[in-house]
């Protein structure tokens, strides 16, 4: 034992400054009293915890835990125990020993020990998912939420199909107070296993949180239908929620649970019909709708950028790579001056990056139900938030691009900046819209049919070379430029052109016509999904 003079350092003192956090402390205490030559098997054990010096190999004993632990622990998890720290002793690098150590100490009720045990190897590249999992585990025991929810997202990123993992994040994220967060983790874990029934009890007390009592009813009646487990579960939801009587006439769940039924006190009984809930207002309905949208915006950026290894280089080099080509092409072919001011590089420009705006935004929608498959799992979210995330999202990226691309262009001399900002930033927000319906209406036919995305994919080939791209329409025969102006995407690049340019006011420009397309176009896609919204579900 450690002795000195006032007993201040005797692993009993020692453990008690762990449980009070301050193992930095009780660490010094152990390195002074080693360098005293002072010695004895608990002392060198919480040395070992506390890595306040290196294992000697030794083989531990239950007796040596007992001067450590609050109170005593049985014979058979104590031994299993000295186990586990003898193998930690062996390999101190090594994660399950310590892993086999924490949740044995968490079990004898000393958490703090077993953060102890986990700290020397976090934050560490080559841990592995159930060594963060555990260590989240241990931090949410002792309060510290924002660490538990930090080694939880590093266990989910390191194993994203472990669905145990998703739904432990998904509590942590309830108990943070963020709803929003944990339905997206309950919903994936539900997409993982549409089985599970905590996953399910998870989504429905997100759903609660929400305001969103109907989703509630139906996720808590999803769990109950699952396991007998979560039954009472289920009625807590009705009597929280004061819906009891909402949607009672609905279809019994797939499996009618036998379980018994406590008696509802009187207090908590509901009247025999009740009204239904209030409608929520429209500003925090808009305000969640958001959230999600936003949440979903995330979720796809780290997916289409992240598992790249160009990422958003592509983005760049693509729309740069075509106008240069363009400019060579026509070059080597005797082309002259610009149609109109003073650089074919900006002229080019001008034409591409609108076009190619509006082609990523149409493409976006190909068998967008269908590749949404697991967040569609989620009842909260839908497809208008799925397609507005990617539209949005895809739009973005390519105003990020033109910007980009018109700084690099500025800085090698050959552009200025635009003359009409607010003008060009209406042109493509017109343009976003007429390219978004269009995505609406891809995304429903191209679940009924493949023949779709085929006569797109030609489609847009043919509107490379009518919609002015690499030439003015004055440059047309008459005939062939009065076909031609029925193209409404001719219209957006010639927008595009009378905002960049000073001084230029384009004969052909009709942004009425623009405009009635665009309506036109969301009215369509907006209507295609409104009737086979129901097949567009069953895609997933």
């Known amino acids: 034992m450690i002795r000195d003079g006032t007993g201040q350092d005797d692993p009993a003192a020692l453990a008690s400054l762990v449980r009070e956090d301050r193992a930095e402390e009780a660490r010094a205490r152990i390195t002074a009293a080693l360098a005293r030559g002072e010695d004895g098997p608990a002392l060198r054990l919480a040395a070992l915890l506390l890595g306040a010096a290196a294992p000697r190999g030794e083989a531990w004993t239950p007796e040596a835990l007992a001067p450590l632990l609050r109170a005593p622990f049985p014979a058979e998890p104590a031994g299993r125990l000295a186990g586990a720290l003898d193998r930690m002793a062996?390999?101190?690098?090594?994660?399950?020993?310590?892993?086999?150590?924490?949740?044995?100490?968490?079990?004898?009720?000393?958490?703090?020990?077993?953060?102890?045990?986990?700290?020397?190897?976090?934050?560490?590249?080559?841990?592995?998912?159930?060594?963060?999992?555990?260590?989240?585990?241990?931090?949410?025991?002792?309060?510290?939420?924002?660490?538990?929810?930090?080694?939880?997202?590093?266990?989910?990123?390191?194993?994203?199909?472990?669905?145990?993992?998703?739904?432990?994040?998904?509590?942590?994220?309830?108990?943070?107070?963020?709803?929003?967060?944990?339905?997206?983790?309950?919903?994936?874990?539900?997409g993982l296993a549409p089985e599970h029934a905590v996953a399910w009890r998870m989504a429905s007390a997100a759903h609660l949180a929400l305001g969103q009592v109907e989703e509630a009813i139906a996720a808590s009646r999803r769990a109950a239908s699952l396991s007998a487990d979560q039954v009472g579960f289920a009625e807590e939801v009705l009597v929280s929620s004061g819906a009891e009587a909402l949607n009672r006439e609905h279809a019994p769940p797939p499996v009618q649970v036998e379980a018994p039924r406590r008696e509802t006190p009187a207090w908590a009984r509901l009247p025999a019909s009740l009204p239904p809930p209030p409608r929520v207002p429209l500003g925090p309905l808009l305000r969640t709708r958001a959230r999600i949208v936003d949440a979903l915006m995330l979720r796809e950026a780290r997916t289409q950028f992240t598992h790249s290894r160009l990422g958003y280089?592509?983005?760049?080099?693509?729309?740069?790579?075509?106008?240069?080509?363009?400019?060579v092409a026509i070059g080597l072919m005797g082309g002259g001056r610009a149609p109109i001011g003073d650089s074919l590089p900006v002229f080019y420009m001008t034409g591409v990056l609108p076009y190619l705006f509006f082609c990523h935004v149409t493409e976006r929608g190909m068998h967008m139900a269908r590749d949404s498959r697991v967040l569609l799992s989620v009842p909260v979210v839908t497809l208008g938030d799925i397609a507005a995330a990617r539209l949005l999202l895809r739009a973005a990226t390519d105003v990020v691009v033109f910007l980009v691309t018109l700084t690099a262009f500025i800085a090698m001399g050959f552009a200025q900046l635009p003359d009409d900002p607010l003008s060009l930033l209406a042109a493509y927000v017109v343009l976003f819209l007429l390219a978004s319906g269009i995505?609406?209406?891809?995304?429903?036919?191209?679940?009924?049919?493949?023949?779709?995305?085929?006569?797109?994919?030609?489609?847009?080939?043919?509107?490379?070379?009518?919609?002015?791209?690499?030439?003015?329409?004055?440059?047309?025969?008459?005939?062939?430029?009065?076909?031609?102006?029925?193209?409404?995407?001719?219209?957006?690049?010639?927008?595009?052109?009378?905002?960049?340019?000073?001084?230029?006011?384009?004969?052909?420009?009709?942004?009425?016509?623009?405009?009635r397309w665009s309506l036109a176009s969301m009215l369509l896609g907006g209507l295609l999904v409104a009737a086979f919204h129901r097949r567009l579900r069953g895609a997933t």
């Open 90 to 190: 062996e390999a101190p690098g090594a994660e399950f020993p310590r892993i086999e150590a924490a949740c044995l100490l968490l079990q004898a009720d000393e958490p703090h020990w077993a953060e102890q045990a986990m700290l020397p190897l976090w934050p560490e590249a080559g841990t592995g998912p159930l060594f963060a999992r555990v260590l989240s585990g241990i931090w949410s025991v002792l309060g510290r939420q924002r660490q538990a929810v930090e080694a939880a997202e590093a266990a989910v990123r390191l194993d994203p199909r472990a669905e145990e993992y998703l739904i432990h994040l998904a509590g942590l994220r309830l108990q943070q107070g963020a709803p929003g967060a944990a339905l997206l983790a309950a919903g994936r874990a539900i």
């Open 439 to 515: 995505a609406l209406a891809n995304m429903v036919l191209s679940e009924l049919s493949e023949l779709p995305e085929r006569v797109w994919t030609v489609s847009l080939r043919g509107l490379y070379f009518i919609s002015g791209i690499f030439y003015h329409p004055n440059m047309m025969p008459a005939g062939i430029r009065e076909w031609a102006l029925w193209n409404p995407l001719l219209h957006a690049l010639e927008w595009v052109r009378q905002a960049y340019y000073p001084l230029y006011v384009s004969p052909y420009l009709d942004t009425g016509y623009l405009l």
């Open 313 to 327: 280089a592509w983005s760049l080099f693509e729309p740069i790579t075509h106008v240069f080509i363009l400019f």
